[in-house]
């Protein structure tokens, strides 16, 4: 038995401590928004914040997030994480999303880098493109995405 602290709630999880925590927030929490992509750490699908570091899920084990916060897509839409909430909004506005598959990595990315900046500091579009490298969108909406995170930056100013 594990304990993970997601989304401001404490959860008891009954898995092996190198369980991808992909798969506890998936399979054992019902938090499906986050999703699987390549296994491998490469695409970004999976994204999450793990004490407010954007993390790869599918290859981090539960053991590594034991007395942290874990932060998922769900956080954005249910007021738990103002940021990512802001990211979300500007997601909406810029029309980012067409099949929508990496989107919750791709937002969580993005409001991980928008937390490190200094406050008020209106990311490059090279800052961000560095920023967002790690995040695969196979329908090519990088023009969107850089806008709705500028965009986020103001909001955030």
């Known amino acids: 038995m594990s304990t993970l602290h997601v989304n401001g ?3 008891t999880v009954d898995v092996a401590p190198d369980t991808p925590i992909l798969w506890a927030l998936r399979d054992t929490l019902g938090l499906t928004g986050t999703k699987f992509g390549c296994g491998a750490a490469l695409c970004g699908a999976c994204t999450v914040h793990l004490d407010g570091q954007a993390i790869r899920s599918c290859i981090t084990p539960i053991s590594v997030a034991q007395g942290k916060q874990v932060t998922t897509i769900e956080a954005t839409t249910d007021g738990s994480d103002k940021v990512g909430a802001i990211v979300h909004a500007a997601w909406v506005k810029h029309d980012v999303a067409q099949c929508g598959y990496c989107q919750s990595g791709q937002i969580m990315s993005a409001a991980a880098f928008l937390q490190s900046l200094p406050r008020g500091k209106q990311p490059t ?10 995040n ?9 995405i850089r806008a709705a995170v500028a965009d986020a930056a103001r909001a955030l100013a």
């Open 9 to 11: 709630r404490e959860h």
């Open 136 to 144: 695969i969108c196979r329908c090519g909406t990088y023009a969107r």
């Open 125 to 134: 579009v090279v800052e961000i493109d560095a920023a967002m490298a790690g």
